[in-house]
């Protein structure tokens, strides 16, 4: 079995020479009586949480159930699509398709840990990694869940060509809410403008001061920020908010890898303004998979949402994939194919 690991804990922006691919012998049958289920992984989820769990933790900021850390030479756990190969778990059989926690390797085992039966439903597998995975409930809860949404309210999303980002803004627009999103390049600001259906969207990096840049697209000033970014754009977004406005605290990417620079909000706006900042995990929001899942696929089916998504090929590109993350390489889900079906 071949995977990847970490070479050493990374406390910066992760490069790909971080990484390694480890060999290991590896058994393709299951012991009786072990429940050990052994998945063929095909495509898994690249997520910028991971390097959260790649850092050195100190033992007072104790890394979280959810994002336990990862050790040098370890197999890492991620989301992901597989085939079973063999079962000993009474809920799997050999050639399921399963979605859950797998790992960046060509093989996994389970013991059935955040593991479910996968119905492709006749979609790309690849869509049960991001827009009907993770990503899509992530996008899906936040913002109905913790934004509210009403209809004709101005939002505001970051990383907006990003996985959970576009769906943020795609779901807005559906639901009939003014949208304007940021990203990174002029041919991301293009994709979701002219293909995505986005109001208006801007490229951060072209912009020199936030605040103003806001106070353009937002004259009357915004309801919703859908946040993936933290920083600066927390800090700006906090200052053109309405009364009564709500921002989801979904990712602070900025600052996952700059340990220095940390959002400040202007919180006296906050009071007087009556703001809901409220961070949240889409792993509390299971209970809403069966209603995202219909609500999206009968957006798919009638062609109204767009699916954005980026596939790189071979367990190796899984350092670049990641590290690209932080880079901004990335159009939408980003995903590795490890294995062919
Ligand atoms: P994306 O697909 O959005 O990929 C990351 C994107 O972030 C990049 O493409 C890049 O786009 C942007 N980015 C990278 N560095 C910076 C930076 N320094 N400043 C601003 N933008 C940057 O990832 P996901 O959609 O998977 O995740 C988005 C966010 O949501 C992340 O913060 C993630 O941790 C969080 N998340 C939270 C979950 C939860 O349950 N709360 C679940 C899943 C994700 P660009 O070209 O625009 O710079």
């Keep these: 079995?071949?995977?990847?690991?970490?070479?050493?804990?990374?406390?910066?922006?992760?490069?790909?020479?971080?990484?390694?691919?480890?060999?290991?012998?590896?058994?393709?049958?299951?012991?009786?009586?072990?429940?050990?289920?052994i998945i063929k992984n095909l495509y898994v989820s690249i997520d910028p949480y991971q390097i959260n769990r790649m850092k050195t933790v100190s033992s007072s900021q104790k890394a979280s159930e959810f994002a336990v850390g990862i050790s040098p030479g370890e197999a890492i756990d991620a989301y992901g699509v597989g085939r079973v190969v063999a079962s000993d778990n009474p809920k799997f059989e050999k050639d399921d398709y399963v979605v859950g926690l797998i790992s960046w390797g060509e093989y996994s085992i389970s013991q059935g840990f955040i593991l479910n039966k996968l119905d492709p439903m006749g979609f790309p597998l690849t869509y049960h990694v991001g827009l009907l995975g993770l990503s899509g409930l992530t996008a899906y809860s936040g913002l109905f869940e913790i934004c509210k949404p009403k209809k004709g309210e101005k939002v505001f999303v970051s990383a907006a060509?990003?996985?959970?980002?576009?769906?943020?803004?795609?779901?807005?627009?559906?639901?009939?809410?003014?949208?304007?999103?940021?990203?990174?390049?002029?041919?991301?600001?293009?994709?979701?403008?002219?293909?995505?259906?986005?109001?208006?969207?801007?490229?951060?990096?072209?912009?020199?001061?936030?605040?103003?840049?806001?106070q353009r697209y937002f004259p009357d000033g915004i309801d919703i920020y859908f946040d993936n970014v933290g920083g600066e754009m927390l800090e700006a977004a906090v200052s053109n908010m309405n009364s009564h406005g709500r921002v989801a605290l979904c990712g602070i990417i900025s600052e996952y890898t700059n340990v220095i620079k940390r959002a400040t909000?202007?919180?006296?706006?906050?009071?007087?303004?009556?703001?809901?900042?409220?961070?949240?995990?889409?792993?509390?929001?299971?209970?809403?998979?069966?209603?995202?899942?219909?609500?999206?696929?009968?957006?798919?089916?009638?062609?109204?949402?767009?699916?954005?998504?980026?596939?790189?090929?071979?367990?190796?590109?899984?350092?670049?994939?990641?590290?690209?993350l932080f880079r901004g390489d990335n159009v939408g889900k980003k995903i590795v194919q490890v294995s062919e079906d």
């Design 1 to 37: 079995n071949k995977y990847i690991v970490i070479k050493a804990q990374i406390d910066g922006k992760p490069q790909e020479n971080d990484f390694e691919v480890k060999t290991q012998p590896f058994s393709l049958s299951v012991k009786p009586g072990s429940n050990d289920i």
């Design 161 to 214: 060509s990003g996985s959970v980002g576009n769906l943020v803004g795609q779901y807005a627009k559906l639901f009939g809410c003014y949208v304007v999103g940021c990203a990174g390049s002029p041919n991301k600001v293009k994709l979701l403008k002219e293909k995505l259906g986005f109001d208006e969207v801007f490229n951060y990096k072209e912009e020199s001061d936030l605040n103003s840049t806001l």
């Design 265 to 324: 909000p202007d919180l006296l706006n906050v009071i007087y303004k009556r703001i809901t900042i409220q961070g949240f995990l889409a792993g509390d929001y299971l209970h809403l998979f069966p209603e995202f899942v219909t609500t999206t696929v009968d957006h798919l089916q009638t062609g109204k949402i767009h699916v954005l998504e980026d596939v790189s090929v071979g367990l190796e590109s899984i350092p670049s994939a990641f590290v690209g």
